[in-house]
């Protein structure tokens, strides 16, 4: 193929004179990660770019951790969870010291940009590198929290769902068999994003997410009045977080309390929320924003988070996707509780 043809297709020109890409994957891992290494690697290598893969994320920069990556670094990889190159939530990195040692491995082996695939505290500590060293570098949103503001998904959120999903099914069955209350938590960090869409789909009675002051009285109300009617089990789903009835276990303790006729119970379903084969739609994700992190890098574009909305790839400015204000939509949570009834 011409190179003429490679730049039609891959809808580039190196605008930006960009030679190489390092990769890194930082914070809590996320299925689909490999997916988008696989994704940034190709597309990189496509456009006639060296491609550095970077183990432990930024500690792992600061540490030389680094080699060169070829096409078939990445084969096979698109179904596994986790991230073949490691990650780590680095302290060193966030200090002055620990970020020039950084940049003196980059310049060391011919580094000239980065994709960082991760969360806010990922993309946090992109945004202050690479206004302190000039650095080209551009996100993909890596996490299953899907807290990042200006995309409507992140990779590892729909795989992550998924999976809750399938536990609390489980959970379902015994509850239904047993007539019991249970309280279920879930991750997400501050966000209630996972907790709400896994709620609407399993059918759960409530939700308690960070976003809403926790009305306890009309849980009451409604676990009573669902248990009265008919309802042979009732799940609430709670994120975890600083939650002032003090979290699942806390909630399940006072039910304990306010109802003891009640046979209630509480699981954590911890982290194995967030491993497992991406799901089609996380793959799929990781792919598109993966090559178009190349397209913007090329295009000369740095600080923007590549993510997408209404099925459409968009670049938005770090400072915009870390703004912690990604408001969930009041109508699910309608929809969860009139469908509960
Ligand atoms: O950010 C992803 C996440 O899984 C959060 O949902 C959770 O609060 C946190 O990471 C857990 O972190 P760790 O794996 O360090 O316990």
Redesign the pocket.
């Given at each position: 193929m011409t190179d003429n043809n490679k730049e039609n297709i891959l809808n580039i020109q190196n605008m930006a004179e960009i030679k190489s890409v390092g990769i890194l994957t930082s914070?809590?891992d996320a299925p689909g990660m490999n997916a988008a290494i696989r994704a940034v690697t190709r597309s990189a290598i496509y456009a006639g770019l060296k491609v550095f893969g970077i183990r432990r994320g930024y500690q792992g920069l600061i540490e030389d951790c680094i080699s060169e990556f070829e096409t078939q670094s990445v084969s096979n990889i698109i179904s596994r969870g986790g991230t073949i190159l490691k990650t780590a939530?680095s302290m060193e990195f966030k200090t002055p010291e620990g970020r020039a040692k950084a940049y003196a491995n980059m310049q060391k082996h011919g580094i000239d940009s980065l994709v960082v695939i991760g969360?806010d505290g990922s993309i946090t500590g992109a945004t202050i590198f690479s206004k302190e060293y000039n650095i080209p570098i551009v996100g993909l949103p890596g996490?299953?929290?899907n807290d990042l503001a200006g995309t409507d998904s992140t990779i590892g959120y729909d795989t992550a769902m998924n999976t809750i999903m399938d536990c609390v099914d489980k959970i379902r069955d015994t509850a239904t068999s047993h007539a019991r209350l249970f309280f279920i938590e879930v991750?997400?960090?501050d966000a209630g994003f996972l907790a709400l869409n896994s709620a609407i789909a399993t059918g759960c009675e409530d939700v308690i997410i960070p976003e809403e002051k926790t009305q306890y009285e009309q849980l009451k109300m409604l676990i009573d009045n669902g248990f009265r009617k008919s309802k042979s089990s009732a799940l609430v789903i709670v994120t975890?977080s600083k939650d002032p009835n003090g979290g699942a276990m806390g909630l399940a303790q006072k039910m304990k309390e306010e109802f003891p006729d009640y046979d209630v119970r509480c699981s954590i379903l911890g982290?194995l929320q967030?491993g497992g084969s991406p799901t089609a739609a996380d793959r799929i994700l990781a792919s598109r924003t993966g090559y178009a992190a190349v397209e913007a890098l090329l295009q000369g574009q740095r600080n923007v988070l590549i993510g997408i909305r209404n099925d459409e790839i968009i670049n938005i400015p770090f400072a915009k996707a870390i703004k912690k204000d990604k408001p969930i939509d009041p109508d699910l949570l309608k929809v969860l509780r009139v469908l509960s009834i």
């Open positions: 914070g809590g939530r969360g996490t299953i929290d991750m997400g960090r975890e982290h967030r």
